[in-house]
């Protein structure tokens, strides 16, 4: 199975920072990433796909780069409803597992 | 709009059987690969496994800490995808989503495999 690992697993910010949080796979996975937002107590939200597209309908703060094993997960200006956790997942093969997680809180 | 619920959680005992239903509307679900993700209380997200449509022949895959006990299939007639989990242990407590398409969850249905 391909080993999803983000960094930081938390991180405290303020609202406005600059925010980037990375996720490194265990073995190729070419752009077959998606990004996710959890807020707490709701469903997972799609934030990104193939690496780098924006999912209609998310906030342009949100971007996303990489490809082959290491990507990240920019969030330019961080505002009071991005204090979430957030995953990455690979989509190259099954099982398609999904990152530790990374918290983002105040 | 696309809207996706789970239904059939609820507490069982170890060793038992449950079967998650998974209704999907506003969707093309014929040829919508279902694929189930469970979320542990306090934990992160873990692919249960996944069905493909009909046209690619309704192949089924599982995690490896499920095969043999979970069994995923889907009536295309109803829009209704199944989780039947058999065998149940501790550790398969979660909230368990399906999942027609990667931006469209449901809210979930929690199982508690509690004696």
């Known amino acids: 199975d391909i080993q999803m690992t983000q960094s930081p697993s938390s991180l405290s910010a303020s609202v406005g920072d600059r925010v980037t949080i990375t996720c490194r796979a265990s073995?190729?996975?070419?752009?077959?990433l998606n990004w996710f937002q959890q807020r707490p107590g709701k469903s997972p939200k799609l934030l990104i796909y193939r690496a780098s597209s924006l999912q209609s309908g998310v906030s342009s703060r949100f971007s996303g780069s990489g490809s082959g094993t290491d990507f990240t997960l920019t969030i330019s200006s961080l505002q009071p409803e991005d204090f979430a956790t957030y995953y990455c997942q690979q989509t190259d093969t099954t099982p398609r597992t999904f990152g530790q997680g990374t918290k983002v809180e105040i | 709009e696309v809207q996706v619920v789970e239904s059939g959680g609820g507490l069982v005992k170890p060793g038992g059987s449950l079967r998650l239903s998974c209704v999907v509307s506003?969707?093309?679900?014929?040829?919508?690969?279902m694929t189930w993700v469970r979320q542990a209380p306090g934990k992160g997200l873990e692919w249960v496994g996944r069905i493909k449509g009909k046209t690619d022949g309704e192949t089924t895959e599982y995690a490896a800490p499920v095969k043999g006990r979970f069994i995923i299939s889907r009536d295309d007639s109803k829009n209704t995808a199944f989780l039947q989990m058999n065998s149940l242990k501790t550790e398969d407590t979660a909230v368990y989503y399906c999942?027609?398409?990667?931006?469209?969850w449901g809210q979930g249905t929690l199982v508690t495999v509690s004696s």
């Open positions: 506003g969707y093309t679900f014929s040829s919508a690969w």
């Open positions: 073995q190729y996975i070419n752009s077959n």
């Open positions: 999942i027609p398409h990667w931006a469209y």
